[in-house]
């Protein structure tokens, strides 16, 4: 991987946990799906793993990690990919359209999480439930935050996307 590659990937790492610490005290609601979307949108689907797992990892060395990290990685692992995968094949997707997906994001990601309750043997629909409507603050936050966000990091990662290409 270029140097430069990896450093902007370091920046875009720091950015995600700035913002999911800066927006702790409010329940779900993080920027870090959305900078992950648009990411892996411009720069491929490797690109959004990587910065799916540095993300979770750096975040939860400061909030706290347990069994739910390695279900976080899963989970934004898998937005990183299917965003990275729509960038190479539909890029000219219109905003509105990707906005939408970037909400229909933030409920997978709780469904994902909510797939924890399996694997440990605990109740997975009471939990589910549960957890609907923090997954309705992720998909409402996601969407502020793609509209706010895909301007400026498109207009920064598109130019470099050209030349980082994987």
């Known amino acids: 991987m270029p140097t430069k590659k990896l450093a902007l990937l370091g920046v875009l ?5 700035v913002g999911r610490i800066a927006f702790a005290s409010i329940p779900n609601v993080q920027p870090v799906t959305a900078i992950i979307i648009i990411c892996s949108f411009w720069m491929g689907p490797v690109t959004g793993l990587i910065l799916a797992a540095g993300s979770t990892v750096a975040t939860n060395m400061v909030l706290g990690s347990g069994t739910w990290t390695i279900t976080q990685i899963i989970a934004w692992s898998v937005i990183g990919l299917m965003s990275g995968l729509i960038g190479k094949w539909f890029q000219k997707t219109p905003v509105v359209i990707l906005a939408i997906y ?21 109740l997975f629909w009471p939990y589910y439930l549960a957890g609907i409507p923090f997954d309705v603050n992720h998909a409402i936050g996601n969407v502020i935050f793609f509209m706010v966000l895909f301007p400026v990091l498109s207009r920064l990662l598109k130019e470099r996307a050209a030349y980082m290409i994987q």
């Open 102 to 122: 970037a909400g229909l994001c933030g409920l997978l990601y709780g469904f994902v999480m909510s797939l924890e309750r399996l694997v440990v043997g605990k």
């Open 13 to 17: 790492i720091a950015l995600c946990v």
